[in-house]
């Protein structure tokens, strides 16, 4: 038996546990042009060319490669040539085969002349120039003539245009397939096959251990379980970017092909996918269709939604695998990990200090040029913030919103940061240090003060 010859790249996709949905699903090759198997009905097409069944969720590839996409639509059309050609020339036949008999049992007719016969009957012949008739019904059908002394390429031309082709109506009727749980008929098996898969009830047995939420199958478990590890093993070829799932990985490459087709009419800017453009227009129409069943804020996007449940919910999905923190969002957790390396690649070009991240050191550069971005919309007030964090705080301030509560007492705080020194009372964590005296504090204010004791009385002790 022939074996199908394989790449060694894809070899380790299709051995992984979980089956790789890198590689394509009829050729398996790990080519990057590649398309969803359920996208322009691809699925029903190969179901209806093989004996493959294909359902979303099955644990096997559910992407196609441009190649094997050209193959199908050519299968496909072929297929559909064929079965329309023999259906053709088997109505053909037996058209001429209800001719050969009414002759027969018309030979008493006279030869030059003549007669109609009922119905759709077919009439005589003789050796020269034989012609098919048919008669004339109350429903108007003009009279129509067959000659089988024609090419069969033209004889068929013409079956096709009368009245007969009601036989093919009739056959291609008598030879559907009912669906047995609805109204719906199809002409092929496969057909039916293809939607009698809908109806398919399938068990989730695939539970999440952390959140408790089920999958179908295996491999949608494992992409799942990323959310809460913050694993990204799939990386970009490019930028070596991680991504945890391939779809986002698909996504991501769209940005270095630079294909954006889709443009703002209001402001020409360009984007890669039409989701994006359909967020960016709100920026213009200051629309916010995202609301919060909770306190009524509304947000733009549906992510941005669930982040801001989440201060309400207090749940935090992301995990760190090295310490014991939990955190709300990917991205929060993905700057955390950093602390853990250590690494701080982003450094000042003004005083040489580094920074985790380029907001870290945005923000950092501020403290240099004094810049305040983030001005206060609220009226009446003017005051201006060097990041955005700042400005929700002061704006919480005007409102008198306070989510972040304390677990212990339950006193409410305006941001993260309030608690977190809050929660320092409770836990008899002094972190602020008196350089002079060695004196410890769990407030940073409590510190503030006692350095004035410093400031006023040098030389005398120190009095807490």
């Given at each position: 038996?022939?074996?199908?010859?394989?790449?060694?790249?894809?070899?380790?996709?299709?051995?992984?546990?979980?089956?790789?949905?890198?590689?394509?699903?009829?050729?398996?090759?790990?080519?990057?042009?590649?398309?969803?198997?359920?996208?322009?009905?691809?699925?029903?097409?190969?179901?209806?060319?093989?004996?493959?069944?294909?359902?979303?969720?099955?644990?096997?590839?559910?992407?196609?490669?441009?190649?094997?996409?050209?193959?199908?639509?050519?299968?496909?059309?072929?297929?559909?040539?064929?079965?329309?050609?023999?259906?053709?020339?088997?109505?053909?036949?037996?058209?001429?085969?209800?001719?050969?008999?009414?002759?027969?049992?018309?030979?008493?007719?006279?030869?030059?002349?003549?007669?109609?016969?009922?119905?759709?009957?077919?009439?005589?012949?003789?050796?020269t120039n034989l012609q098919v008739y048919q008669t004339q019904q109350n429903d108007n059908d003009s009279l129509v003539r067959i000659s089988v002394n024609e090419p069969i390429s033209e004889s068929i031309d013409t079956f096709k245009a009368t009245k007969s082709s009601k036989i093919l109506k009739t056959r291609k009727k008598e030879n559907t397939y009912n669906c047995p749980s609805c109204s719906k008929s199809f002409s092929t098996k496969c057909n039916l096959k293809a939607h009698k898969c809908s109806y398919k009830v399938r068990e989730r047995r695939h539970k999440c251990c952390r959140c408790d939420k089920k999958f179908y199958a295996l491999n949608e478990l494992t992409i799942h379980m990323r959310k809460h590890t913050g694993e990204k093993p799939l990386k970009c070829n490019t930028c070596e970017k991680g991504f945890a799932d391939p779809r986002s990985l698909a996504k991501h490459n769209k940005i270095h092909i630079g294909d954006k087709k889709f443009e703002c009419d209001v402001c020409q800017k360009k984007f890669i996918h039409s989701y994006t453009l359909t967020a960016h227009r709100r920026v213009h129409t200051g629309e916010k269709p995202f609301v919060c069943s909770m306190c009524g804020h509304s947000y733009t996007t549906s992510t941005q939604l669930t982040l801001h449940t989440r201060t309400h919910t207090q749940e935090k999905p992301y995990a760190c695998s090295v310490c014991s923190k939990a955190f709300a969002s990917g991205s929060g957790l993905a700057t955390h990990q950093i602390t853990h390396t250590g690494v701080r690649k982003y450094v000042c070009s003004i005083c040489g200090k580094g920074s985790r991240t380029s907001t870290d050191l945005a923000a950092h550069v501020r403290t240099h040029t004094g810049e305040k971005p983030f001005e206060c919309r609220i009226p009446n007030c003017t005051k201006r913030y060097k990041t955005h964090s700042q400005l929700s705080a002061h704006i919480r301030a005007h409102t008198g919103e306070k989510r972040h509560c304390c677990p212990t007492c339950n006193k409410a705080f305006a941001d993260s940061t309030q608690l977190k020194t809050h929660m320092n009372i409770h836990t008899g964590n002094k972190p602020y240090i008196c350089s002079i005296c060695g004196y410890r504090f769990t407030q940073s204010g409590s510190l503030y003060t006692h350095m004035k004791v410093h400031k006023n009385a040098p030389s005398e002790e120190c009095v807490v």
């Open positions: 038996m022939d074996l199908l010859v394989i790449n060694n790249t894809a070899f380790q996709l299709i051995t992984e546990e979980p089956i790789s949905q890198l590689v394509c699903r009829t050729c398996l090759s790990d080519n990057s042009n590649m398309e969803s198997i359920f996208n322009l009905n691809l699925d029903k097409m190969l179901m209806y060319c093989t004996s493959l069944e294909i359902y979303q969720g099955d644990g096997l590839p559910s992407q196609i490669c441009s190649n094997c996409i050209t193959q199908i639509n050519q299968a496909y059309l072929f297929k559909q040539q064929a079965e329309n050609s023999d259906n053709t020339l088997r109505q053909y036949l037996c058209l001429y085969k209800n001719t050969s008999q009414e002759t027969s049992t018309e030979t008493s007719l006279n030869k030059d002349t003549t007669e109609y016969l009922p119905n759709e009957k077919l009439a005589t012949k003789d050796n």
